[in-house]
């Protein structure tokens, strides 16, 4: 009895324990190989030297300029960001120089 009293307290314990969060983002770090910058109304493209995705840069993001100059800096430089992306899209959610 004493088992089972024990093994149900688990089972509500863990029934109401907060679920683990994740962030939904990924980190990495990389060079810019290209910044594509089309038309006005759509997102900029960008290519990461060792990553095979096309990253969108949302121009309704709040930070779009600021990371835009960080970008073509970088790309000038030939120095290497750190970004984030939501796996979905994949849609730039953070970028800044790497250290």
């Known amino acids: 009895m004493r088992k089972f ?3 149900a307290l688990a089972a509500v314990a863990l029934m ?14 990389d060079t810019v190989h290209q910044v594509l910058i089309g038309a006005p109304d759509a997102p900029v493209k960008v290519l990461f030297g060792r990553h095979a995705a096309i990253y969108l840069l949302d121009r309704n993001d709040p930070n779009f300029a600021a990371w835009l100059a960080i970008l073509q800096q970088a790309h000038d430089q030939g120095s290497q960001v750190r970004f984030a992306y939501d ?5 730039l959610t953070r970028i800044e120089p790497a250290p």
């Open 5 to 7: 009293g024990i093994a």
């Open 16 to 29: 109401f324990s907060p679920p683990a969060t994740a962030d939904p983002s990924i980190v990495e770090q």
């Open 87 to 91: 796996v979905y899209g994949p849609r």
